[in-house]
Protein backbone atom coordinates (compact mmCIF):
# COMPACT_ATOMS: atom_id res chain seq x y z
CA UNK A 1 0.00 0.00 0.00
CA UNK A 2 3.05 2.48 0.86
CA UNK A 3 4.04 1.28 -2.46
CA UNK A 4 1.35 2.12 -3.97
CA UNK A 5 0.84 6.05 -2.55
CA UNK A 6 4.31 6.57 -2.95
CA UNK A 7 4.24 5.51 -7.06
CA UNK A 8 0.65 7.93 -6.96
CA UNK A 9 2.93 10.67 -5.24
CA UNK A 10 5.54 10.47 -7.85
CA UNK A 11 3.03 10.32 -10.84
CA UNK A 12 1.20 13.75 -9.36
CA UNK A 13 4.46 15.38 -9.01
CA UNK A 14 5.96 14.07 -12.19
CA UNK A 15 6.94 15.72 -15.70
CA UNK A 16 4.83 13.55 -17.58
CA UNK A 17 1.97 15.06 -16.26
CA UNK A 18 2.40 18.28 -16.52
CA UNK A 19 2.99 17.81 -20.29
CA UNK A 20 -0.56 15.81 -20.47
CA UNK A 21 -2.29 18.66 -17.94
CA UNK A 22 -1.26 21.48 -20.45
CA UNK A 23 -2.52 18.86 -23.33
CA UNK A 24 -5.62 18.82 -21.42
CA UNK A 25 -5.96 22.84 -20.99
CA UNK A 26 -5.76 23.48 -24.59
CA UNK A 27 -8.31 21.10 -25.03
CA UNK A 28 -10.20 23.24 -22.51
CA UNK A 29 -9.61 26.34 -24.26
CA UNK A 30 -10.51 25.01 -27.33
CA UNK A 31 -13.85 24.32 -25.56
CA UNK A 32 -14.55 28.02 -24.26
CA UNK A 33 -13.72 29.94 -27.42
CA UNK A 34 -16.11 27.68 -29.24
CA UNK A 35 -18.60 28.28 -26.40
CA UNK A 36 -17.67 32.00 -27.09
CA UNK A 37 -18.95 31.43 -30.69
CA UNK A 38 -21.80 30.21 -30.18
CA UNK A 39 -23.21 32.47 -27.51
CA UNK A 40 -22.00 35.18 -30.40
CA UNK A 41 -24.48 32.96 -32.70
CA UNK A 42 -26.97 33.41 -30.32
CA UNK A 43 -27.24 37.00 -29.52
CA UNK A 44 -27.54 37.60 -33.12
CA UNK A 45 -30.38 35.52 -33.61
CA UNK A 46 -28.95 32.43 -34.75
CA UNK A 47 -30.59 29.39 -33.00
CA UNK A 48 -29.26 26.62 -35.50
CA UNK A 49 -26.50 25.28 -32.84
CA UNK A 50 -27.24 25.07 -29.45
CA UNK A 51 -24.61 27.51 -27.35
CA UNK A 52 -23.88 24.37 -24.93
CA UNK A 53 -20.73 22.18 -24.29
CA UNK A 54 -22.75 19.42 -26.41
CA UNK A 55 -23.14 22.02 -28.75
CA UNK A 56 -19.73 23.25 -29.15
CA UNK A 57 -18.52 19.47 -29.63
CA UNK A 58 -21.44 19.56 -32.16
CA UNK A 59 -19.98 22.62 -34.29
CA UNK A 60 -16.31 21.36 -33.75
CA UNK A 61 -17.12 17.97 -35.22
CA UNK A 62 -18.33 19.57 -38.15
CA UNK A 63 -15.16 21.53 -39.11
CA UNK A 64 -12.72 19.79 -41.66
CA UNK A 65 -11.46 17.03 -39.58
CA UNK A 66 -13.89 17.70 -37.08
CA UNK A 67 -13.88 13.94 -35.77
CA UNK A 68 -10.45 13.70 -35.27
CA UNK A 69 -10.25 17.12 -33.35
CA UNK A 70 -13.00 16.12 -31.34
CA UNK A 71 -11.72 12.85 -29.81
CA UNK A 72 -8.64 14.55 -29.25
CA UNK A 73 -10.94 16.97 -27.11
CA UNK A 74 -12.21 14.02 -25.08
CA UNK A 75 -8.77 12.56 -24.77
CA UNK A 76 -7.67 15.86 -23.30
CA UNK A 77 -11.04 16.04 -20.97
CA UNK A 78 -10.09 12.73 -19.84
CA UNK A 79 -6.08 13.55 -19.08
CA UNK A 80 -7.70 16.49 -16.84
CA UNK A 81 -9.90 14.01 -15.01
CA UNK A 82 -6.84 11.83 -14.15
CA UNK A 83 -4.80 14.71 -13.27
CA UNK A 84 -7.90 15.78 -10.79
CA UNK A 85 -8.01 12.49 -9.55
CA UNK A 86 -4.54 12.01 -8.91
CA UNK A 87 -4.63 15.77 -6.87
CA UNK A 88 -7.51 14.60 -4.70
CA UNK A 89 -5.71 11.20 -3.76
CA UNK A 90 -1.63 12.54 -3.02
CA UNK A 91 -2.27 16.46 -3.57
CA UNK A 92 -2.66 19.07 -1.13
CA UNK A 93 0.18 17.83 1.26
CA UNK A 94 0.62 20.69 2.48
CA UNK A 95 -2.68 21.47 3.89
CA UNK A 96 -4.30 20.42 7.21
CA UNK A 97 -7.74 19.59 8.85
CA UNK A 98 -10.57 21.31 7.02
CA UNK A 99 -8.75 23.50 4.23
CA UNK A 100 -7.37 20.12 2.74
CA UNK A 101 -10.85 18.46 2.77
CA UNK A 102 -12.42 21.45 0.80
CA UNK A 103 -9.69 21.40 -1.62
CA UNK A 104 -10.04 17.38 -2.05
CA UNK A 105 -13.41 18.00 -2.53
CA UNK A 106 -12.82 20.59 -5.29
CA UNK A 107 -10.61 18.43 -7.56
CA UNK A 108 -13.00 16.13 -7.57
CA UNK A 109 -15.58 18.33 -8.05
CA UNK A 110 -13.91 19.67 -11.31
CA UNK A 111 -12.82 15.94 -12.41
CA UNK A 112 -16.31 15.52 -12.36
CA UNK A 113 -17.04 18.27 -14.88
CA UNK A 114 -13.71 16.92 -16.77
CA UNK A 115 -15.85 13.60 -16.96
CA UNK A 116 -18.78 14.91 -18.35
CA UNK A 117 -17.22 17.08 -21.13
CA UNK A 118 -15.34 13.85 -21.70
CA UNK A 119 -17.70 11.93 -22.08
CA UNK A 120 -19.92 14.48 -24.18
CA UNK A 121 -16.90 14.52 -26.97
CA UNK A 122 -16.80 10.84 -26.88
CA UNK A 123 -20.21 10.93 -27.50
CA UNK A 124 -19.91 13.22 -30.30
CA UNK A 125 -17.28 11.85 -31.78
CA UNK A 126 -18.82 8.54 -31.87
CA UNK A 127 -22.25 10.36 -33.50
CA UNK A 128 -24.21 9.35 -30.69
CA UNK A 129 -24.38 12.72 -29.53
CA UNK A 130 -25.06 16.15 -30.31
CA UNK A 131 -26.78 19.48 -29.95
CA UNK A 132 -30.06 18.00 -29.17
CA UNK A 133 -30.25 19.08 -25.91
CA UNK A 134 -28.48 19.33 -22.63
CA UNK A 135 -30.77 16.44 -20.88
CA UNK A 136 -30.44 19.24 -17.75
CA UNK A 137 -34.53 19.18 -17.75
CA UNK A 138 -34.98 15.37 -18.19
CA UNK A 139 -32.35 14.86 -14.90
CA UNK A 140 -34.08 17.45 -13.47
CA UNK A 141 -37.58 15.21 -14.10
CA UNK A 142 -35.99 12.66 -12.52
CA UNK A 143 -35.11 14.01 -9.51
CA UNK A 144 -38.04 15.21 -9.33
CA UNK A 145 -39.50 12.08 -9.19
CA UNK A 146 -37.77 10.60 -6.06
CA UNK A 147 -38.87 11.59 -2.24
CA UNK A 148 -38.18 14.90 -1.39
CA UNK A 149 -36.64 15.29 -5.15
CA UNK A 150 -37.93 19.28 -5.49
CA UNK A 151 -35.52 20.21 -2.73
CA UNK A 152 -32.85 17.98 -4.45
CA UNK A 153 -32.91 19.96 -7.32
CA UNK A 154 -32.58 23.15 -5.31
CA UNK A 155 -29.74 21.67 -3.50
CA UNK A 156 -28.59 21.07 -7.12
CA UNK A 157 -28.99 24.64 -8.22
CA UNK A 158 -27.24 25.97 -5.24
CA UNK A 159 -24.18 23.64 -5.66
CA UNK A 160 -23.72 25.15 -8.86
CA UNK A 161 -24.38 28.96 -7.68
CA UNK A 162 -22.00 27.97 -5.21
CA UNK A 163 -19.22 26.82 -7.77
CA UNK A 164 -19.79 29.89 -9.65
CA UNK A 165 -19.48 32.60 -6.99
CA UNK A 166 -16.09 30.38 -6.30
CA UNK A 167 -15.39 30.98 -10.41
CA UNK A 168 -16.07 34.44 -10.36
CA UNK A 169 -14.66 35.17 -6.85
CA UNK A 170 -11.14 33.73 -8.17
CA UNK A 171 -11.21 35.75 -11.02
CA UNK A 172 -11.89 39.22 -9.17
CA UNK A 173 -9.03 38.60 -7.06
CA UNK A 174 -6.59 37.50 -9.43
CA UNK A 175 -6.32 33.88 -6.72
CA UNK A 176 -6.21 31.90 -10.26
CA UNK A 177 -2.70 33.68 -11.20
CA UNK A 178 -1.20 31.06 -8.55
CA UNK A 179 -1.68 28.76 -11.12
CA UNK A 180 1.34 30.77 -13.74
CA UNK A 181 4.18 30.36 -13.38
CA UNK A 182 6.44 33.10 -12.61
CA UNK A 183 7.41 34.51 -16.27
CA UNK A 184 3.37 34.09 -17.17
CA UNK A 185 2.88 36.89 -14.27
CA UNK A 186 6.01 39.12 -15.48
CA UNK A 187 5.45 41.98 -18.43
CA UNK A 188 3.24 43.03 -20.70
CA UNK A 189 2.20 39.20 -21.74
CA UNK A 190 2.05 38.78 -17.90
CA UNK A 191 -0.17 41.79 -17.63
CA UNK A 192 -2.79 40.80 -20.48
CA UNK A 193 -2.74 37.25 -18.78
CA UNK A 194 -3.89 38.41 -15.97
CA UNK A 195 -6.74 40.68 -17.69
CA UNK A 196 -7.87 37.68 -19.38
CA UNK A 197 -8.07 35.39 -16.89
CA UNK A 198 -9.84 37.68 -14.81
CA UNK A 199 -12.45 38.70 -17.24
CA UNK A 200 -12.75 35.10 -17.76
CA UNK A 201 -13.35 33.53 -14.50
CA UNK A 202 -16.06 36.44 -13.80
CA UNK A 203 -17.87 35.95 -17.46
CA UNK A 204 -17.51 32.05 -16.64
CA UNK A 205 -19.18 32.69 -13.15
CA UNK A 206 -22.03 34.44 -14.18
CA UNK A 207 -23.44 32.29 -17.13
CA UNK A 208 -22.62 29.17 -14.39
CA UNK A 209 -24.84 31.42 -11.80
CA UNK A 210 -27.69 31.92 -13.64
CA UNK A 211 -27.70 27.77 -14.94
CA UNK A 212 -27.47 27.26 -11.02
CA UNK A 213 -30.62 29.92 -10.71
CA UNK A 214 -32.36 28.12 -13.20
CA UNK A 215 -32.15 24.74 -11.23
CA UNK A 216 -33.12 26.63 -7.80
CA UNK A 217 -36.63 28.25 -9.86
CA UNK A 218 -37.26 24.45 -10.89
CA UNK A 219 -37.15 23.53 -7.84
CA UNK A 220 -39.41 26.04 -5.79
CA UNK A 221 -41.62 25.63 -8.58
CA UNK A 222 -41.77 22.19 -8.83
CA UNK A 223 -41.70 22.74 -12.67
CA UNK A 224 -38.89 20.26 -13.94
CA UNK A 225 -39.09 22.50 -17.58
CA UNK A 226 -37.92 25.88 -15.74
CA UNK A 227 -34.78 24.04 -15.58
CA UNK A 228 -32.27 24.15 -18.15
CA UNK A 229 -28.26 24.22 -19.10
CA UNK A 230 -26.44 26.55 -20.62
CA UNK A 231 -28.09 27.16 -23.83
CA UNK A 232 -31.46 27.81 -21.80
CA UNK A 233 -29.48 30.30 -19.59
CA UNK A 234 -27.93 32.46 -22.30
CA UNK A 235 -31.49 32.52 -24.02
CA UNK A 236 -33.05 33.83 -21.07
CA UNK A 237 -30.61 36.23 -20.85
CA UNK A 238 -31.39 37.64 -24.26
CA UNK A 239 -34.68 37.64 -23.24
CA UNK A 240 -33.74 40.34 -21.15
CA UNK A 241 -33.49 44.55 -21.47
CA UNK A 242 -30.13 44.75 -23.05
CA UNK A 243 -29.95 41.01 -23.44
CA UNK A 244 -27.78 41.01 -26.70
CA UNK A 245 -25.10 43.14 -24.97
CA UNK A 246 -25.35 40.93 -21.95
CA UNK A 247 -24.72 37.85 -24.39
CA UNK A 248 -21.80 39.77 -26.00
CA UNK A 249 -20.01 40.65 -22.39
CA UNK A 250 -20.45 36.57 -21.79
CA UNK A 251 -19.11 35.41 -25.11
CA UNK A 252 -16.31 37.67 -24.25
CA UNK A 253 -15.85 36.45 -21.04
CA UNK A 254 -15.88 32.62 -22.31
CA UNK A 255 -13.41 33.88 -25.07
CA UNK A 256 -11.14 35.62 -22.26
CA UNK A 257 -11.07 32.29 -20.57
CA UNK A 258 -10.32 29.92 -23.29
CA UNK A 259 -7.26 32.08 -24.27
CA UNK A 260 -6.38 31.77 -20.56
CA UNK A 261 -6.29 27.93 -20.37
CA UNK A 262 -3.89 28.68 -23.21
CA UNK A 263 -1.63 30.95 -21.27
CA UNK A 264 -1.85 28.49 -18.46
CA UNK A 265 -0.76 25.32 -20.80
CA UNK A 266 2.18 27.63 -21.43
CA UNK A 267 3.00 28.94 -17.99
CA UNK A 268 1.55 25.84 -16.32
CA UNK A 269 2.32 26.14 -12.32
CA UNK A 270 0.47 23.40 -10.79
Same mark, same amino acid.
Given at each position: #???? +????? $??????????????? &???? =?? /?????AWLTVQLALGDHSQEA????? #??? &?? @? $??????????????????????LLEAAFGHRTEEGWTR?? +??????????????????????? &????????????? #??????? +???? @??????? !????????? $????????? +???????????? !? #????????? !??????????? *?? %? /?????????????????? =????? &??? /??????? @?????? %?????????????????? *???
Amino acid at each position: #MTDA +KQAGR $QAEQSDTLDHLVRAG &LVAY =GV /VHLLLAWLTVQLALGDHSQEASTSGA #MSE &LA @Q $QPFGKALVWAVAVGMFLLVLWRLLEAAFGHRTEEGWTRVG +KVAMSLLKAAIYAVLAVTATKVA &LGSGGSGGSGSDT #MTAKLMS +KPGG @QWLVVAA !GLAIIGYAV $QVAWRGWTE +KFAENLDTEGKL !G #MSGAAYLLL !GKFGHIGKGIA *LA %I /VGGLFVYAGITHESGKSG =GLDEA &LTK /VLQQPFG @QVLLFA %IAVGFLCYGVYCFARARH *LDR
